[in-house]
Each structure stands twice: as C-alpha cells, then as structure tokens.
C-alpha cells in the first residue's frame, strides 16, 4: 500500500509540475504592457500608454519613431496574424500547413499576388525619400524588432513556423489580399458563365446581372467646399476558399451626417465594415502623437498607415465600391501550337513563370503558371487539366496596374483638408472603395474610388468575354472626374452600403453591388426630419429591420395559401405579418430562412450542381435575385431536370420546403413554435485557425454568442442559407464606430473580440460581449484622460551606440 501511495504522490507532484511548466510557458509569451524595453533603431524614446482596452497611445518626438513604435506593439498582439495573411496571400500555406493548404497556394500563385507584390515593392519601396516610404519602413522595422527581441507566439510553436523577418514586399501582399476579397466576380462569374453555356440565357433571367429597376441608387453631388471547365474551374476556386483559414471582406456601412442635420453642429461619421469573423479581429487599434500629428485609426495585419480613422481636422470610413475589376477571357488556342492564342487574328506566345511551393511533409511542388496580354490563365489551378480548344485567363485591375494604395493611405492620415483628401482618395486603383468623410469644417463627402475601365457597350462583364476577337478589350479608363461623388449635397447626408452608385454623364459603372436592403433602411432613416446625435447614430448601427425580407416572405405566404394544407397555417400567418424585424427572441426569422433555404436548395443545384449553387449563394448577384426568383411562377428554375416523371412547380416546391421547414425546427427546437426563437438558430463565434482542430477550439476561438441580426439588415450579421436548420454567422461588422467632428476626443467604437491576437492577453476576448449586446466604448485622444485611466505604460528605450 505504501508504495501505491508514494506512486500517486509522484504522478500528483508531476502533474503539478506540468500543468506548472505550461502556466510560466504561457505567461512568458504574453504581451508587455508594462516596463521598459530596449530596442536598437530608435532615436528617442517612445511612451506608450495602454488604455483599459489593449489599446495603444504611442507619444514619440518624431514620425520614425512613432512608426518604429506602432509596429513593435502591432507586432506583439497580432504577430500571428500578420504571419497567416502574408502566407496566405505569397501562396504559402502548404510550406507550415501540409498538403491540405496545396488548393489555396496554388490559387494565390496563379493570380500572381506575389509577383504583385515584389513588383510594387520595388516600384514603390526601394527608396526612402519621401516621407510615407520613410515611415513605411520605420513601421517594418519596429515588427522586426518585436520578432528579434519579443517571445515567441504559441502558434508558432505549435504549428512549427519559423520566424523571419518582414520585408516591403509584404506591405502589398497585405493590400493584394484585401483586393481579393473585395473581388466578387472571381468567384461568380464562371458559375453565371456555367449557367449561359450549359441552360442558356432563360435561366440568367431570374437573376438581378445588372442593377435592378428598384435599386437604391447613391446619388452624386460637386457642391461648394466649404473653406478651411468552368464545373473544375468553379469547383477549385470555391474550395481553396473554403479552406483558406484568414476572413475576407464582404461588404460594409458608412455614412456621413451634415452640420445642419447634426445636433452638435458639426458633421458625424458612422462606420462599420463588414469582413468574415475570426480570431483575433481583423483591426487593430492605435492613437499616434508626435510633434505636428495627431491620429487615432484602425489598422490591418502589416500595413503601416490606417484604413480607418481621424485626425484633429477630419476623418473618414470605408465600403466596399463593388465595382467589376474583374474580367474572364474566353483565348482561343491555336491547334497546331498549345502555346499560341489568338489576338485579332494573329497568334501570340503564351508566357510563363515557374512557382515552386514547398510542402510541410512533403516534396516540392512545382507549378507552370500561363499567361496571355489579359493575365493568367486559370485554368491553371485545376488538377489533371487536358489540353483544350479553349483557355480562361483573368484580368484584374489589382495586378494590371500601378498600385499606390499605400501612399493614399497615408495621405489620409496626414490630410488637413478636404482637397488634400480628395488627392488621397483619387491616387486608389485597386481595391474599389467609397470614402466616406467628414470635417471640422463642416465638409462632408463621398468619393467612389478605384480605377474604372471604359467597356464596349454591348459587353456584360458577368459573363466571359471574348480574348480573341479584340471586340471585348477595354477602350481605356475614366479620369478620377468622372468616378461616383458626391461634395456638400444639399439632402445633408452621404452614405454606402456596396449600392449602386447613380450614373455619371449617363454611365452606370458595372459591379457586384448589394441590394436595396441595407442602402433603402439608412435613406429612410436619415431622410427624417430631424437631427441626430452621435448616439443615435451608434443606435442605427444595431437596426435589425429588412424592408425586403417582408415582401419575399409574403410572397411565400401567399403562395402557400393556395395550398390549403392546415399544417402550414400558422407559418403563412406569421410570414405574412412579419414586420421585417431580427431581434434575438423573434420567431419569424427561424421560419423565413429555413423556408427559403428549402425552396433555393431544391430549385437549383439540380441545374448547377452543389459546389456552383454554394458559390452564387451568398454573393450580391443571388442576394440581389430572392425576389424575382421567388416571384417567377414560370421559372425555368423549378422542374427538377433530374425527374423525369412530373415538372416541378413553384407550388409544389413551396410545399415541400414548408413541410421541411416545420419538421426540422421541431425536431430540434421542440413542437411548441413560440420557442422557436431566432437566437436558439442564429450565433456567433469568433474562430482562430488553431480552433478548427478539437479540442483547441475550446482555448483558441471565442463565444458562442446569441445574436440577433441577419443578411442584409443595418446589423448585417450574416451567414450561409442551409439546410441543418441552424445559421452560424460567418461576417459581419468588423468594427463599430461613431465619430462626432464637434466632440473628436470622445468618439466611440468598439470591436468584435478585442485587441490581442495573443490567448494570454486580457485584451484576447474583452469586447466580445460587448459586441454581441451591441455596447461601445470611448477611442481616447485626451493625453489628460489617456494617462489617468492608463492600465499600463510601455517605455521604448533607444539602445546605446
């Protein structure tokens, strides 16, 4: 018995021992928010004060330093993340991840994002004589520092990356991944060109291809400143999607209220950009102070400069423009000469570079990446692929053109005026974004920027175009003049929601723009006649309401009516008198997406298949459609092309998706429907990479939260229509915040997580409920407020020569 005991005594003491070890493990690779530490590069020494929320007041006595600082301390909260978004967009995933990732680099290469980014790197980064280059740079430099002097993030241990330090190259594979997930047409055009080849044009009439009659239009203004194979090819590109473990982009609002409508006198700003969820949150905080600078903005992994933010004088916020910066080209291969195509009758050399992607585990991978005068060839990412008649190749706007994204970056932060702004917002090509500003002056605007190219009128750039004629090429690009704008307009507001903008000279600019919903809900809101303050702003934030939602659900409900089944009574009854609301204890939602969901999963995969259906899904082009889809009693869409016994009609689809509908959500949410609540179906959890592998996702995601929210409502908490009756949501707003120019120290914001990327950070989860309830908190400018509510002051200290 003694030596039983003796045993459990030495297990127990072993056990305390490892649980022990991995505690000071943990703790020794937690962020420093406190101290002194001592780092060669500076040139004096820099204080940063930590507010209550991880968030970073950096005071420098010059621009070098403050960078230098900004990027040590971006470093140490989201050093993993600058990691994954670098790889992911070089195409190197395979190399820390194995060979499941091979999908998602051999995609990235082929695009040519890295050769995007060392071509701008060289172009715009090889010199350091003006002053964004040179602040660029100092930022680079304070990462570097982080990865020689800081510990190391338990990912890497984990997952094995070695660490290396960063390059200027990596600033544009970080501007080159933001432009991929604003690039809509990738992932939708070859399932719409699908459609057209194989079901012809019947079929794409369901669908809203260019702006519908309805559409929710922005309106332009110039007033006076006021002084101071296709199934593979769809098939590879929607799972090296589905496995790529960084969030997109999907969408996002903004607006801008007048000093007339505003009852501080001053213009306000609201923002909140919408991206896939993860963790840690796509932004990062930061307020930077030095002689003649002041700035709080919001960051992304690796770029030095703001996307978000403001200054003393002004600031702005950001959306998607939606703009088609994509195009497929159908090139024609010559016969007798795989490496030829044909241009206006004549034949020309196809290119070629060699990409080599290492495998964790496994040998090198090499992959021959073609291209023709239109880009790469796509085809290209497909496994297997036989030689063909035919070759898709992309052009996109990203890769075809010089891309000074990050100098207009920092002329945003820097800017004193609206001109100076306006400057900024013209140097965009690429991604497409409307700038949504506002100043102390009493200035407002709204610029829709990017590059636009002049198409030949008879093309419909949804669909492939043909490379060989010559007939499809564009004929050149607007001047910035002529983009979508508006300056001072005299309704007193200006606004997006990835809507349409209204014709310029009587031009409407092609695009994936977002229906009505969201765009219609914010006119009706700010046409009122009143004036608002900042937190009622903050409160239209959170409106769940969706005008649009009511008519596709009467439309089922009347539907159904003509049925006269009398288990489908109470579901018709509350779909038709649902008012269009998303809060958590609402019933209708539970009812509406499941019936929905139903009717397009038995209306259209059949055609298309699965993977196709999966990646029109939740683009803007179907979320654009539900309507007219559900309204087209005679749509080609209904008769299942796999029966050949009876043609399927509306009615009878209806019917089986209601029948559906009610046998799932009782089965898992009981027989009594007024607990079928929406908040039982619709939740929202904040997923690290490291969380898709059990039991990790205990540690390393955050939440679930009930949440209330839907597709397209102001608080456009999103998610994928499926058929397992629950609906995760995959993005949403990627930040809140509200800015009142008459009152800058005391904006609010707040984000979806927190402010760490780091698991042993206070600052990892610390906001998420407060998201999830739809709180805010203050982004502090005051040095006074700054240092008396400080939780921790960093000293970065210059090391002796």
Do not use: C
């Not at 010559?470 to 979508?484: A, C, M, T």
């Not at 592998?693 to 009930?706: H, T």
């Not at 006074?784 to 090391?799: C, Q, W, Y």
């Amino acid at each position: 018995m003694r030596v039983f005991k003796w045993i459990g005594i030495v297990v127990a003491l072993l056990l305390i021992a490892v649980v022990a070890f991995i505690f000071i493990f943990l703790q020794l690779r937690k962020p420093s928010y406190d101290g002194t530490v001592t780092l060669t590069g500076l040139e004096k020494e820099v204080e940063v004060q930590y507010d209550k929320f991880g968030v970073p007041h950096i005071y420098a006595a010059s621009e070098l330093d403050a960078y230098y600082a900004l990027g040590y301390v971006h470093a140490q909260d989201r050093l993993f993340q600058m990691e994954m978004l670098r790889r992911a967009a070089d195409g190197r995933l395979s190399e820390v991840l194995g060979e499941d990732l091979i999908k998602v680099d051999k995609l990235f290469r082929t695009l040519g994002i890295n050769e995007f980014a060392s071509q701008s790197a060289q172009q715009f980064l090889s010199a350091d004589t003006a002053a964004w280059q040179r602040e660029a740079l100092a930022y680079q430099r304070g990462i570097n520092a982080f990865i020689d002097n800081g510990p190391t993030p338990i990912e890497f241990s984990i997952i094995g990356i070695p660490k290396t330090k960063f390059e200027p190259r990596d600033i544009y594979l970080a501007v080159g991944f933001m432009s991929f997930g604003f690039a809509e047409g990738l992932r939708v055009d070859p399932v719409l060109e699908k459609i057209r080849q194989e079901f012809g044009d019947d079929y794409l009439k369901d669908f809203n291809l260019s702006s519908p009659p309805n559409a929710e239009r922005i309106r332009n203004y110039n007033g006076e400143i006021k002084k101071q194979n296709l199934e593979n090819l769809i098939s590879a590109l929607n799972e090296s999607l589905e496995q790529l473990p960084i969030p997109l982009w999907t969408g996002s609002n903004g607006w801008v209220v007048s000093s007339d409508k505003s009852q501080s006198g001053f213009p306000i700003l609201a923002n909140d950009t919408h991206i896939g969820f993860g963790q840690p949150a796509v932004w990062y905080e930061a307020h930077l102070e030095y002689p003649g600078f002041s700035f709080y903005g919001h960051h992304i992994a690796g770029i030095p400069f703001g996307l978000l933010g403001n200054n003393r004088h002004g600031g702005w916020g950001l959306t998607m423009f939606e703009n088609d910066e994509t195009d497929f080209f159908l090139e024609e291969v010559n016969p007798a000469n795989q490496q030829e195509v044909k241009f206006m009758g004549e034949w020309e050399s196809v290119g070629s570079r060699m990409e080599v992607i290492k495998i964790k585990g496994g040998d090198d991978l090499l992959l021959e990446v073609r291209s023709t005068r239109h880009g790469p060839i796509v085809n290209g990412i497909i496994e297997d692929v036989e030689e063909q008649t035919s070759l898709v190749s992309l052009s996109w706007m990203l890769t075809q053109h010089p891309n000074r994204a990050l100098e207009a970056a920092y002329l945003l932060n820097h800017s004193r005026s609206i001109e100076e702004t306006q400057r900024a917002a013209s140097l965009f090509t690429s991604p497409g974004l409307n700038v949504m500003y506002g100043d102390k002056d009493g200035n407002i605007a709204w610029w829709a920027v990017g590059k636009l190219p002049i198409r030949p009128a008879h093309t419909q750039p949804k669909l492939f175009l043909n490379g060989s004629s010559g007939e499809d090429e564009y004929l050149g690009h607007y001047d910035f003049s002529k983009n979508p704008q508006a300056i001072n307009p005299p309704w007193g507001y200006v606004y997006s929601s990835n809507n349409q903008p209204d014709t310029v000279d009587g031009v409407v600019y092609p695009g994936y723009y977002y229906p009505r919903a969201r765009a219609h809900r914010i006119v009706s809101l700010l046409e009122a006649d009143k004036k608002f303050s900042a937190a009622e702003l903050q409160k239209m934030q959170l409106d769940v309401t969706s005008e649009t939602t009511t008519l596709v659900a009467k439309e089922i409900a009347k539907v159904l009516a003509t049925v006269g089944n009398d288990s489908h009574k109470e579901l018709i009854s509350i779909l038709e008198n649902w008012n269009g609301d998303h809060q958590a204890d609402d019933i209708a939602p539970s009812l509406y997406y499941n019936i929905l969901s139903f009717i397009l999963y038995q209306s259209l995969p059949d055609e298309i298949g699965t993977t196709s259906f999966k990646s029109l899904l939740n683009s803007s082009v179907m979320k654009s459609s539900y309507l007219k889809i559900i309204s087209n009693d005679s749509s080609r869409w209904w008769d299942n092309v796999k029966t050949s016994n009876a043609k399927e009609t509306r009615t009878l689809i209806f019917e089986r998706a209601a029948d559906k509908t009610l046998t799932l959500l009782t089965s898992k949410l009981g027989s009594d429907i007024n607990q079928w609540k929406w908040k039982r179906v619709h939740s929202l959890t904040h997923g690290h990479p490291l969380g898709a592998v059990k039991p990790l996702d205990k540690i390393f995601n955050v939440g679930p939260f009930e949440v209330p929210g839907g597709i397209e409502v102001l608080n456009n908490l999103m998610f994928t229509l499926d058929t397992l009756g629950t609906f995760p949501v995959i993005s949403g707003p990627a930040l809140r915040k509200v800015t009142d120019f008459g009152d800058i120290e005391n904006g609010y914001t707040v984000s979806p997580s927190g402010q760490s990327g780091n698991l042993m950070s206070p600052h990892y989860d610390d906001q998420a409920e407060m998201f999830a309830t739809g709180s805010v908190r203050k982004m502090l400018m005051n040095a006074d407020e700054i240092r008396a509510n400080s939780t921790g002051s960093l000293k970065l200290k210059p090391a002796e020569n």
